[in-house]
């Protein structure tokens, strides 16, 4: 098994309703580079932020709800999107949280009590994210989100 380098503590999730889930995108001039250049998640009233860069993942917790932001002379944007409330995550029980890789991409995987999993997914220095429903055998039933 190969071990992932992790930055910053990893917060304990598992048996927590997710209050809200926001990937925070990039956006150089008017080209899209990446919809989940960082994630956001809440947890109990608190919130945590989780990327991954060149395969290694780093953990944050932060005060503050997240909110877009810029750099208006570099043309640079970061636009936020609720995929918690989009993909009806929100009020969900997290069951596990894993990290791995595979030919190349590292992913983290927020998996729900109902079956779903949200997956970032680095690959090239660039992510992106999915979540996939499960078929009552609990297999991958369909995968929806960004193409990265």
Not at 111 to 126: K, P
Request: hydrophobic share 30%; proline share 5%; with cysteine.
């Amino acid at each position: 098994m190969i071990k992932i380098e992790e930055h910053g503590g990893r917060p304990e999730l598992r048996g927590c309703v997710c209050q809200h889930l926001i990937c925070e995108g990039y956006v150089c001039g008017s080209d899209p580079v990446t919809d989940a250049n960082v994630v956001f998640i809440c947890v109990a009233d608190e919130w945590c932020r989780f990327s991954i860069d060149c395969g290694v993942v780093f953990w944050r917790q932060q005060q503050d709800a997240p909110a877009p932001w810029s750099v208006p002379e570099e043309q640079w944007t970061y636009p936020h999107r609720n995929v918690g409330r989009e993909f009806r995550l929100e009020g969900n029980v997290l069951v596990g949280v894993e990290i791995g890789r595979n030919q190349g991409q590292t992913h983290i995987a927020l998996q729900f009590v109902d079956g779903r999993t949200f997956r970032l997914i680095e690959s090239h220095d660039r992510s992106r994210f999915e979540v996939s429903s499960a078929t009552s055998e609990g297999q991958p039933q369909q995968s929806v989100g960004s193409d990265g």
